[in-house]
């Protein structure tokens, strides 16, 4: 293992590893602390990250953080690393690439070139030493567009996940959530359910319904019932419609065991969703969740910086060729992310470097009621995600999910940022509102229509 | 939540969808914007929840209750010196105050022999939920449980404690089962919902696969008796089979499933014939 020396003046820092320059140089956050990675003064905290500035990249291919024989995260980082990508800024080191990134020379073209040689720790070191407006820069530049029933992450688009969770999985009260949602233009990226009860029949009647409700509506969208991938594997093994399959993840082996997964059940989980043929453009289909501290949550972070740990989950992701990825930013709790600033910048460095990995990012730009955060925090977070381009965020009613006890973006929040940003949804699902009268959008304003679209006039009908 | 005044931008044609959920949907709109109504609204909630985190464990009017019930208690201290430690160190909420474990060493010395069951009561993340549910839950629990004839130890309070500081509570006064009253992380419809952990044979360094939970005790929730019957059916199986956690409540559920299939059955106005 290196050792790493930096003089700032008269003052000598020594590091011990590579994952000690690593978790020093991170941006303060409680999890980090709560580890006791974290550096010790900001003083400290500044010399990590001019002592990881310095650092060649070509190093991070010969000091693994977490060993090669330990953890199947990493083998499959080093052995599927390309070393043709990587060709273009091999020479240079952590703080060379922060200025390459930030020049000319990085385009959307060179940019999705790069994507597989760099490394998650490669990314993760940049996002260290960048500031907020870099990290929004330069994922700006970068698209990573997927394709299922819609696509996603297309320049200028922004997609919605539609979340209508009940505490009881009530099918009226879901219904009633996705109507609400999509009379106000939400739902493209999917409608997707966090299950309140995660019983194969409850899954499988879930399943049923939203297939049905795309089908009977027409809509350009997807289905997905955020159930453990083995349960998905059961339900389409029963023959039950489903378009997504969904599974949390996270960078190492150990954490993603405690989620009873490894990347030989992701595989499973793949094959068993693409021999359902579902996707009508494209065939990208798993769904990850993932979020700093969800590591060190099951005590597998190996001493590893949380922000660390989190992009190396989306080497896990990127295998899969998923159709989204969420990072699911403010949902974990104070002792990982504090407050309203730890939790922005973090929903930031996950977009940046996730989207700099090549993998389609989106957020769940949330907080709990005992985070020190609140509406504001969110809608700095979701103005500074709407300008560097993000793939996806959560459409909830109100901002409150009633089922899982947090805030999250809300459907008037997507429409915020459309209005603001001129951000339109995919472009099937942007045909299918105008076709059904619900909104058209045009120079960022969004007209909504003057009725009620037939079919759902009819539906309200139904309540008497 | 208030009704959301007519306006001219804010049409509202599926208002009526409100009786089929609780969550926020058909708040209208102005423009794209939330009206205000609905913006204060949720800004009020969220206050009541902040306010329910933050607010300090009433210890004092606990115990003098508990006493005019007849109920002795002691009171006990988290390793979190405060709600800000509380909040970012999950570690130290978990582990006694060593003053604190020390007073319980003491008391197990002049109370030997240990007890069936130790009762514990922490604020966790709401002492409201605390200070409204904790008499007359454990009076339902007592009136339900007096034919077990378990003995017990007094209620044992704990400031800033988290679930698992009970296993420790535990450990100290030789219990064979402890339960604790918790206030959860309060939601932005609930600020004051406890719950209730469950552990057979206690000690520090348990998981939560030792432990059965029962969530969202409050009267919009789940009632005190319904808590209550549902947590002496685990205690009375523990006791019989000597174990809690994920094993004991794979039996337990079987009942849940079925009504499952019910609900999935119900038909939604989405999908009815037109």
Known sequence: MASFVHTVGNQIFRFDSLKEVMAKASPARSGDFLAGVAASNDGERVAAQMALADIPLKHFLSEALIPYEDDEVTRLIIDTHDANAFAVVSHLTVGGLRDWLLSEAADETSLRALAPGLTPEMAAAVSKIMRVQDLVLVAQKIRVVTRFRGTMGLRGRLSTRLQPNHPTDEPAGIAASILDGLLYGNGDAMIGINPATDSIASICALLEMLDAIIQRYDIPTQACVLTHVTTSIEAINRGVPLDLVFQSIAGTEAANASFGINLNVLKEGYEAGLSLNRGTLGQNLMYFETGQGSALSANAHHGVDQQTCETRAYAVARHFKPFLVNTVVGFIGPEYLYNGKQIIRAGLEDHFCGKLLGVPMGCDICYTNHAEADQDDMDMLLTLLGVAGINFIMGIPGSDDIMLNYQTTSFHDALYARQTLGLKPAPEFEAWLARMGIFTQADGRVRFGDNLPPAFRQALAQLG | ?274
């Open chain 2, 1 to 274: 939540m208030a009704n959301t005044p007519h306006h001219d931008n804010s049409s509202n044609p599926w208002l009526e969808l409100r009786r089929l959920t609780p969550a926020r949907i058909a708040l209208g709109r102005t423009g794209t914007s939330l009206p205000t109504a609905a913006q204060l609204d949720f800004q009020f909630a969220h206050a009541q929840a902040r306010d329910a985190v933050h607010l300090a464990f009433d210890h004092g009017g606990l115990r003098e209750q508990l006493s005019e019930r007849g109920r002795d208690s002691l009171l006990l201290h988290s390793a979190a010196a405060d709600r800000h430690s509380y909040l970012q160190r999950p570690d130290l909420g978990r582990r006694l105050h060593e003053d604190s474990a020390q007073l319980l060493r003491q008391h197990a010395q002049a109370n030997p022999g240990g007890v069936d069951l130790a009762i514990i009561v922490a604020d966790g993340l709401s002492a409201l939920a605390v200070h409204r549910h904790t008499l007359p839950f454990l009076a339902r629990l007592e009136e339900q449980s007096a034919a077990d004839g378990w003995s017990t130890a007094p209620v044992v309070l704990v400031e800033q404690g988290r679930v698992a500081v009970a296993d420790e509570v535990g450990e100290l006064l030789g219990a064979k089962m402890t339960v604790i009253l918790i206030g959860e992380r309060p939601g932005l419809s609930s600020p004051d919902s406890l719950g209730l952990y469950f552990t057979y044979n206690p000690k520090v360094g348990l998981t939560d696969a030792y432990r059965n939970c029962i969530s969202n005790v409050r009267l919009e929730g789940l009632s005190y008796g319904m808590a209550a019957h549902r947590l002496l059916y685990l205690m009375r199986e523990a006791c019989r089979r000597q174990l809690s956690g994920v094993n004991l409540k794979d039996e337990a559920q079987v009942q849940t499933l079925e009504s499952d299939t019910d609900v999935a059955k119900n038909g939604n106005f989405l999908l009815s014939k037109p």
